[in-house]
C-alpha cells in the first residue's frame, strides 16, 4: 500500500521534532512504526463506510454523500466510525431556533478489496461520537474484528499511528499518519492526549511502536455538549479547539456489547439537575474529599425522588468510590457515568445532607430508569397542507420552559417553511399547539386526527390555540387548500 | 374687543384666499408663543443597579409646566427614578423640582418646580381634548432635544390611535402601554423632546411626546392628553395611579367571530388568565368571551379597542366586585370578580454593598412575568463583574432565596440580614438560588468595604 505524501510530510516533521528535542538519545521516532506490516494486517478490519444522508435544518433537506473509515470490533461485523456527522443537535434547538437532524438513508461497507457489504445505521454515542453500523449479512465477507491491547500504557513522546481516510477520487482511499502522545492528563478524566492528528482522524484505530491497536482517536470529555440527563448543558467550554488523543479499547468495551441505537433509550437517568461541589463550597462546609455533586432539583416521578434525594444533598460516593468532581466542567464526567451504566443498574450512593448546623452522613440506593426521550428521538408529525411539523413535548422542553407535564400540554412546532401558509399565519418555532379548532391536541397522534378531520373540510381558515411565551392565545390560519 | 376678535375669526375661517398664505405661518407662531414658554428643558440624575452597585447618570428630557403651582409632566422614562432634578426655564433660568409621582403602564411622571427659587411669571399650558384631534391635523413638537435652546418641529396626526403589544418596555425595565393609545406623528421626535408637549395649532397640548422609532424615519408617538389629564391627577392626588387588576389578557375578536358564534362587535375575547389571578380564581378561562362588563356590553373587535377595555376594568377599586357576561360554548354564564389592586410593576432596589450585586423587592407583577412561584426571595438586578458572587455564578434574574439557613422572605428580610452579617463580617455566605427554574448554591465571599480596608494587611 502506498502511504501517499502524508506520511512522508509527517516523516520530516518528525526529523524536525527530533532536532528541536536537540538528539535526545533514547527519543523514540516515528521511523519505528512499521506501516509495511501493517498493511499486511488492516484489510481484515479495515472498511470504508459509504453512506447517504439526509441532513434537515428547518423544513430544509438535502441529501449528503459521505465516506467514512470503519473498523470491525465484533464478530458479528459491527463497524465503528466517528459518528459526529449523525448526532444533530439534540435538545440545542431550543437555543437555536432550528432542528437540525442527520438521518442515513443508504448504508454500504465496502472493503479494501472492493467488496459491497449492506449494512445499517445502529446510533451513535453522544459522548464519544462513535457511530456504529451492522452489516446485514456477513456471507461471503471474509474479517476478523480489530482487537485491541489491554490496558495499554503510555508515556509521553512515545509515537502512534493510524490511517485516515482521503478523498474518493483518490485510489487507495487511506494514508497513514503519525502523532505523539503529549501529555497524560488526570482530570477532567486519566487520557492520554496526542498531537499530530486531527480531528477528521476520529475513531481511527491507534497503533503503537510494537503495532498493537491500543484504542481509537477520540475527544477527551468536552463539558460543552449536551447532556441527556441534565437537559441542557450547565457550563460552556471555553476551549474551541477539541483536546483529542486515546479512546482505549476497555473505554470501548460497554459501548460495543450494547451500542446505542437511535430512537432507543439505552441511557441511564436519575432525574437530578446537580452542580459541582467546588472546593470553595467543601470548605465551607467542612467536607474533606475531592469534589462532589450538590443536588440542585430532583424531577418529579424519577429514581431519584423515590430514592429521596433532595435538593442540597451533596452525593460524595457512588458504589464506594469517591466522586471526584470540583469543578463545573467535570459534572459531565458524573453525568456519562450514570448514562452509561444503563437503566435498571442499582447503584449506592453516601451523600451529605445539611441538617441546619452540620451534615448527615446517608447512605442511599437507587435504580437508574431509563433517560427521557430527546427533541430528535420524539415522534413526529409534519403537515403538508399547511407547512410545518411539530413533535411531541420531551422532558427537554418542560426543563427549558419552566413546566411539567401537568401545566403544559400540547405539541412542539418543531419545523415551520419560511413564507408557509403556518408561518404566514402567524405561527412560530416553539409554539406549544394546544387545540385545533375543536380538537385538543396533547400528542401527535391527536395532531393527526385534528389535521385529518380538517383536511377532510378544508375550511377556509382554522383557529388554532397555542401557548407562546408562558401565555395562551389563538391565532387564525387562513388556508390555501 | 369681543367682537373685534370674532369677526377676526369668522374672517380667518372664510376667507382663505386673502389670508391662506400667511395664515398657518401665523398659527404656528402664535402656538409657539403660547406653549413655548411652559417647556422646561429637564435634566434629572437617575440611578440604576444593572452593574451591580449605585450608578448615577445626568440624562436630558423634555416637560411641560401645566399647572400655575409649578406642575411639570414628563415621561416616566425621563424622571421616573431620578434622584435630583434641574429644570431650566425658557429665560434659561434654572430651577430644581422634587419628584411627585409616576406611572410607567403610561409613562407618564409629574415633578414640581420648586417655584421660590424663581422670580419670572409662571407661564401654563393649556390642556386641548385628544379625542377630538383628527388624522391630517397639523401639530408640532417642542421640546428641548438636544441641548438647552428650545426646538419647534411640525408635522400632522398621522394617526391617533396605535396600538403597542403590552409587551413593549420602558428603558427602565417596566412594561408599559396596556392602558393606552398612541398618537402617531410625523413632527420629529428626538431622545431629548422625550416629554415635551405635541400641540395644536390653537397652542393646546394634544399629547405628550413620548418615544421614536429607531428603525423608521419620521415616526414618533404621543400619549394622548386625555390620558395625560387623568394621570396626572392621580399622580398629584396621590403620587400613584392606582389601577385594578384580574389577570386577563385579551385578544382581538376580528377574524373569530364565527369560531364563537359572536356578532360583529359584541365581545372581547380572553387569551390567556395569569395563573391565581382573581379571574383565574373565579375560573374565568381562556376561550371565554366577555359580553358584558357590570351589564354594560363590551367588544374589543380590533386590538385598538383593547386599552380601552383594560382601562374599564382598572377603573374600578380594587377590592371592587366586576361582573362578567360570558360566553362559553353555546352557554352565557355569570361570573362575579373581586379585582385587586395592579400594584407596583417593579419593586424597590437595594444595593448590597460589598457582597457584589445589587437586588430587588419582587412584586406580584415581577413574579408573574419571570414565572415565580410567588413573591418570596429578593431579585438579582445586577452582578458585579469579578465579585465572588460573579465568580459564584449569580447573576442577573436569580432570585435569592436563602442565605445561610435563613430564608429570605421579602427584600425587608434581607435588608435587615445583610445588616447583622455586615455588623458581624461574616467572611462567606451560602445563598439558595433560583436560577431559570432550577436551585443553585452560590458561595460569595465577602469583603469589606473601601474605608477600613487601610489597616491590617
Not at chain 1, 520530516?12 to 512504526?33: E, N, T
Not at chain 1, 464506594?320 to 463545573?328: F, K, L, T
Not at chain 1, 451504566?341 to 451529605?352: H, I, K, Q, R, V
Amino acid at each position: 500500500m502506498n502511504n501517499g505524501v502524508g506520511m512522508r510530510a509527517k516523516g520530516i516533521f518528525a526529523v524536525l521534532v527530533f532536532l528541536l528535542a536537540g538528539c535526545a538519545v533514547s527519543a523514540a521516532v516515528a521511523q519505528d512504526l512499521n506501516f509495511e506490516q501493517l498493511e499486511q494486517r488492516i484489510p481484515r478490519y479495515t472498511v470504508i463506510i459509504d453512506m447517504s444522508i439526509e441532513v434537515s435544518f428547518g423544513i430544509h433537506s438535502a441529501e449528503q454523500k459521505g465516506q467514512y473509515l470503519g473498523t470491525v470490533v465484533t464478530k458479528d461485523g459491527l463497524v465503528i466510525f466517528d459518528g459526529t456527522d449523525l448526532l444533530g443537535d439534540n435538545g440545542m434547538a431550543a437555543f437555536t431556533g432550528i432542528s437540525v437532524k442527520a438521518e442515513p438513508t443508504s448504508v454500504e461497507l465496502v472493503t479494501l478489496s472492493g467488496q459491497r457489504i449492506e449494512a445499517e445505521y445502529i446510533g451513535t454515542d453522544q459522548y464519544t461520537r462513535i457511530g456504529f453500523i451492522k452489516p446485514v449479512s456477513t456471507e461471503g465477507w471474509d474479517f476478523e474484528p480489530v482487537q485491541f491491547k489491554d490496558n495499554p500504557k503510555f508515556a509521553v513522546g512515545d509515537w502512534l499511528g493510524l490511517y485516515m481516510i482521503l478523498p474518493d477520487f483518490i485510489d487507495p482511499p487511506i494514508a497513514a499518519d503519525v502523532g505523539m502522545i503529549s501529555a497524560l492528563v488526570k482530570a477532567p478524566e486519566s487520557f492520554a492526549l496526542t498531537v499530530g492528528f486531527s480531528q477528521v482522524e476520529m475513531a481511527s484505530v491507534l497503533y503503537d511502536e510494537k503495532l498493537n491497536a491500543v484504542g481509537i482517536l477520540g475527544l477527551l470529555v468536552d463539558p460543552s455538549d449536551t447532556a441527556p440527563d441534565g437537559g441542557i448543558a450547565e457550563s460552556m467550554s471555553q476551549y474551541a479547539m477539541p483536546l483529542l488523543g486515546v479512546l482505549t479499547g476497555d473505554r470501548l468495551t460497554k459501548l460495543i456489547n450494547d451500542p446505542p441505537r437511535k430512537g432507543e433509550v439505552s441511557s441511564g437517568w436519575l432525574g437530578i439537575r446537580l452542580q459541582a461541589l467546588t472546593d470553595d463550597m467543601a470548605d465551607f462546609w467542612g467536607i474533606d474529599g475531592k469534589g462532589g455533586i450538590i443536588v440542585n432539583e430532583v424531577v418529579k416521578d424519577s429514581p431519584a425522588e423515590e430514592a429521596g434525594l433532595e435538593v442540597g444533598d451533596i452525593i460524595v460516593e457512588l458504589n464506594g468510590q469517591p466522586i471526584e468532581v470540583n469543578r463545573e466542567e467535570n459534572t459531565r464526567l458524573f453525568r456519562r457515568a450514570i448514562s452509561e451504566l444503563g437503566p435498571g443498574t442499582a447503584l449506592e450512593f453516601t451523600l451529605l445532607r445539611p441538617n441546619g448546623a452540620g451534615l448527615d452522613t446517608l447512605q442511599m440506593a437507587v435504580t437508574l430508569a431509563e433517560a427521557p426521550l430527546g427533541a430528535t428521538d420524539a415522534p413526529e408529525y409534519e403537515s403538508d397542507a399547511l407547512e410545518f411539523k411539530v413533535r411531541d413535548l420531551v422532558f427537554d422542553d418542560y426543563m427549558f420552559f419552566n413546566q411539567n407535564p401537568e401545566t403544559l400540554k400540547g405539541v412542539f412546532i418543531s419545523e415551520l417553511r419560511q413564507g408557509g401558509i403556518a408561518e404566514v399565519g402567524g405561527l412560530h418555532y416553539g409554539d406549544v399547539i394546544q387545540r385545533i379548532d375543536s380538537h385538543d391536541i396533547y400528542s401527535v397522534d391527536d395532531m393527526a386526527e385534528a389535521m385529518e378531520a380538517v383536511e377532510a373540510n378544508k375550511p377556509p381558515e382554522i383557529i388554532f390555540f397555542i401557548w407562546r411565551d408562558n401565555r395562551t392565545m389563538f391565532v387564525n390560519i387562513k388556508t390555501d387548500w | 374687543m369681543k367682537s373685534t376678535l370674532l369677526l377676526l375669526v369668522v374672517l380667518i375661517a372664510v376667507s382663505p384666499t386673502v389670508f391662506g398664505a400667511t395664515s398657518l405661518q401665523e398659527q404656528i407662531f402664535m402656538a409657539r408663543d403660547k406653549v413655548m414658554p411652559a417647556v422646561v428643558h429637564i435634566q434629572p440624575v437617575v440611578t440604576n443597579y444593572f452593574t451591580g452597585e449605585l450608578e448615577k447618570q445626568s440624562v436630558v428630557g423634555s416637560g411641560v409646566i401645566f399647572h400655575p403651582d409649578g406642575y411639570v409632566v414628563t415621561n416616566y422614562h425621563v424622571a421616573g427614578k431620578a434622584e435630583r432634578i434641574i429644570c431650566t426655564m425658557y429665560d434659561r433660568e434654572q430651577v430644581t423640582a422634587e419628584f411627585v409621582g409616576g406611572d410607567p403602564m403610561t409613562d407618564l411622571a409629574v415633578i414640581k418646580l420648586n417655584l421660590e427659587e424663581y422670580h419670572g411669571v409662571v407661564p401654563v399650558a393649556e390642556f386641548g381634548n385628544s379625542d377630538s384631534v383628527q388624522v391630517g391635523q397639523y401639530v408640532l413638537a417642542m421640546g428641548s432635544p438636544l441641548s438647552l435652546s428650545r426646538s419647534v418641529s411640525a408635522g400632522v396626526i398621522s394617526t391617533k390611535d396605535r396600538y403597542f403589544s403590552a409587551d413593549v418596555r420602558l428603558p427602565t425595565g417596566e412594561r408599559t402601554g396596556r392602558y393606552n393609545l398612541w398618537i402617531q406623528t410625523d413632527a420629529a421626535i428626538n431622545p431629548g423632546n422625550s416629554g415635551g408637549p405635541l400641540v395644536d395649532l390653537e397652542g393646546r397640548v394634544v399629547g405628550i411626546n413620548s418615544r421614536a422609532t429607531l428603525f423608521a424615519n419620521n415616526i414618533g408617538f404621543a400619549i394622548p392628553v386625555n390620558i395625560v389629564r387623568n394621570v396626572t391627577q392621580a399622580l398629584m392626588a396621590d403620587g400613584v395611579v392606582t389601577r385594578s387588576w384580574i389577570g386577563l389578557h385579551c385578544q382581538a375578536m376580528q377574524e373569530m367571530e364565527k369560531y364563537f358564534g359572536t356578532d360583529r362587535n359584541s365581545g372581547v375575547l380572553i387569551a390567556s388568565v395569569d395563573p391565581g389571578s382573581p379571574a383565574d380564581e373565579a375560573f374565568l378561562k381562556a376561550g371565554d368571551v366577555i359580553l358584558q362588563m357590570d351589564s354594560v356590553p363590551v367588544s374589543a373587535r380590533f386590538v385598538e379597542e383593547l386599552p380601552a377595555f383594560y382601562n374599564r376594568i382598572a377603573s374600578h377599586k380594587p377590592g371592587d366586585q366586576v361582573l362578567l357576561e360570558v360566553l362559553r360554548g353555546d352557554q352565557k354564564y355569570h361570573f362575579s370578580v373581586t379585582t385587586r389592586q395592579l400594584g407596583e410593576l417593579q419593586g424597590d432596589d437595594f444595593e448590597a454593598k460589598g457582597w457584589g450585586f445589587a437586588v430587588k423587592a419582587i412584586t406580584r407583577q415581577m413574579a408573574l412575568e419571570y414565572q415565580l412561584d410567588d413573591t418570596a426571595g429578593v431579585f438579582v438586578v445586577g452582578v458585579k463583574r469579578m465579585s465572588s458572587a460573579d465568580e459564584g455564578g449569580l447573576s442577573r434574574g436569580d432570585v435569592i432565596l436563602r442565605i445561610n439557613n435563613e430564608i429570605i422572605g421579602n427584600l425587608e428580610q434581607f435588608e435587615t440580614l445583610y445588616e447583622e452579617y455586615r455588623a458581624n463580617t461574616t467572611p462567606r455566605l451560602l445563598m439558595t438560588v433560583k436560577q431559570g427554574g432550577a436551585t443553585r448554591f452560590i458561595l460569595v465571599k465577602t469583603e469589606e468595604e473601601e474605608e477600613g480596608e487601610q489597616t491590617n494587611e
